[in-house]
């Protein structure tokens, strides 16, 4: 019934690696909260300790960390998650931001690797030696005239 988008991001790479979980597996994420340290089996990453760091529902609403529980808030923020930057110092806008708590209403997930494993999230890249190779193919003639 419920299966998660997660992203999780590699600061040491700077890239993402987005997941799809089934339902056995989203049942694990249920009830954590932002903050909160998960171990990478659940997603196929053994070795890997993963923090969440975010999310957002079925309908669009980000999750934000000082926000209890798992429903949806009205809240009075000045700064942070759900909002743009304020042009006058001091306004307070209402925005709806969703819970701290992974719940069914939530879609995605955002994740970040705390402790890394032993085998890399990403592969080396080989398309720098794609872009160094000549092309191929009928505009190939013509690409070289150039």
Same mark, same amino acid.
């Given at each position: 019934?419920?299966?998660?988008?997660?992203?999780? &991001?590699?600061? @040491?790479?700077?890239?993402?690696? %987005?997941?799809?979980?089934? *339902? !056995?597996?989203?049942?694990?994420?249920?009830?954590?909260?932002?903050?909160? =340290?998960?171990?990478?089996?659940?997603? #196929?990453? *053994?070795?890997?300790?993963? !923090?969440?760091?975010?999310?957002?529902?079925?309908?669009g609403f980000p999750m934000r960390k000082d926000v209890e529980g798992t429903g949806r808030k009205r809240?009075? $923020?000045?700064? #942070?998650? &759900?909002?743009? +930057?304020?042009?006058?110092?001091? /306004?307070?806008? /209402?925005?709806?931001? @969703?819970?701290?708590?992974?719940?069914?209403?939530?879609?995605? =997930?955002?994740? %970040?690797?705390?402790?890394?494993?032993?085998?890399?999230?990403? !592969?080396?890249?080989?398309?720098?030696? $794609?872009?160094?190779? +000549?092309?191929?193919?009928? &505009?190939?003639?013509?690409?070289?005239?150039?």
């Amino acid at each position: 019934m419920v299966q998660y988008k997660v992203c999780v &991001g590699d600061p @040491a790479s700077k890239k993402t690696l %987005k997941v799809e979980l089934s *339902e !056995e597996q989203s049942a694990a994420l249920r009830g954590k909260k932002i903050g909160d =340290v998960v171990k990478g089996d659940v997603l #196929g990453l *053994e070795g890997y300790e993963l !923090e969440i760091t975010g999310g957002s529902d079925n309908c669009g609403f980000p999750m934000r960390k000082d926000v209890e529980g798992t429903g949806r808030k009205r809240i009075l $923020a000045v700064k #942070g998650i &759900g909002l743009k +930057k304020n042009p006058v110092k001091g /306004r307070r806008i /209402r925005k709806t931001v @969703a819970g701290n708590t992974i719940s069914l209403r939530t879609v995605q =997930v955002n994740m %970040k690797v705390k402790k890394p494993g032993k085998k890399p999230l990403f !592969e080396e890249d080989k398309g720098k030696e $794609a872009e160094n190779a +000549k092309p191929e193919g009928e &505009g190939a003639a013509s690409q070289e005239k150039q």
